[in-house]
């Protein structure tokens, strides 16, 4: 990777964060009402558009010729935490962050609390609280710790990293909704955490979706609408080959996901532009609300590591839809990206106009405002830092400022 100097960053290169987006749905193999379309035998996992980065964090090497740690030209910018994936939450007030916000994000490994470069340095699930009231305030923020200290579950690859993590305070508690590689199949699934406090430690309860034919179930984004509690995901399963797919589930009491409430959202295929320029057909990293008067879901789409990742809108019937969601206002154009000649011409840009921005996540602040936080590509590296912004809609036009 190269940093803002245009020289080699070998600490970079070898003990960076890398975020695999996982979302999906445990489903059964055979076709079911509620999984139609699934062949009735086991399908291969879809093409891994991250194939040859570190599925897992690295074990630092003390001999290993690396520089030492200190401040790092990725120090600056908008935030100087390393976030990628973020989720944000306004957590019950007297919970550990004051009245401010706490913002989770991916396995980071190699970069300390505020971006320095850091050979010992790893956070299974680094989390920055900032700002107080309505004021988010990431801007220069740094990272405050880890909300899983202890990794993902036994489920799991032993000392595996952890991808996109959603928090959600629901029945008294904290819970998280995490990606890992299952172990010893690599299998990417979704797990469960609880938790007291915002600020962890979060306890692993087990494995919440992992579909039975081996296909993919990442990037959960977890909600509470009138009083039920639902996750959004990427879900892999209600597809075949290369393509990917959105579902929503509803919870039951536990947090545990009620497979036979799973709705379809969203596929691959009823878009265009998450496969301009990419050999992948990539929809990930959904994030849903009720905001204006009906229920979106914000997704990613393109690759992650590239100018080209960018946000399209889906508009649905509600938080389990009747039928699948309709992409809003173009399937051809994504809906906020960069408008620079690397991007691939969104109908909005979004402050800072950065490269790659995407891993989009809807939450209200403290007044009920809609708010949203994103990730972006830190100069030409891809290195990614969390940004937030308030989201407004006239019924018509979607704008972040």
Known sequence: MRNDR?????????????????????????????????????????PDPYAGYPDRT??????RALPPSGPS??????????VADPDTIAPVTGDGAGDGYVTYGTTV??????????????????????????????????????AMPAGPGAWAEPEGAVWAPSVVHHGGRYLMYYTASKRGS????????????????????????????????????????????????RDDAITTGADSGISVVRMDGSGAADLSTRRDVLR?????????????????????M????????????????????????????????????????????????????EGIDPIQGLPGNERGPGGMSLFRSRSGEARVVWHFLVGTTIVRRGMAGTLAYDGNVWTVS
């Open 290 to 341: 009720d905001v204006g008067g009906a229920f979106h879901v914000f997704f990613s789409g393109n690759d992650w590591d590239s100018a080209r990742y960018s946000t399209g809108i889906a508009v649905c019937s509600g938080p389990l839809p009747t039928s699948p969601c309709s992409p809003y206002a173009s399937a051809s154009r994504p809906y906020f990206g960069h408008t620079g000649p």
């Open 58 to 63: 690295v074990t630092p090497d003390p001999d």
């Open 73 to 82: 030209p990725l120090a600056s910018g908008p935030t100087r935490a390393v």
């Open 109 to 146: 490994v190699g970069f300390g609390p505020c971006g320095e470069e850091s050979v010992w340095a790893r956070w299974f699930v680094p989390f920055v609280v900032s700002g107080s009231g309505d004021a988010i305030d990431l801007d220069l923020a740094c990272i405050t710790g880890d």
């Open 268 to 288: 691959s295929t009823d878009t265009t532009w998450e496969e301009a320029g990419s050999s992948f057909h990539t929809i990930e990293n959904p994030t849903m």
């Open 186 to 233: 690599g299998q990417k699934c979704i797990g469960k955490a609880g938790s007291a406090s915002p600020l962890g430690p979060f306890a692993d309860e087990g494995e919440v979706v992992c579909p039975g034919n081996g296909r993919w179930a990442f990037d959960p984004d977890a909600f509470v609408h009138a009083g039920e509690l639902y996750m959004v995901y």
């Open 6 to 46: 245009g020289s080699v960053s070998l600490v970079a290169a070898t003990v960076m964060v890398l975020v695999l987006a996982a979302a999906g749905a445990s489903v059964p193999a055979a076709a079911s009402a509620a999984n139609p379309g699934v062949p009735g035998q086991a399908q291969p996992p879809p």
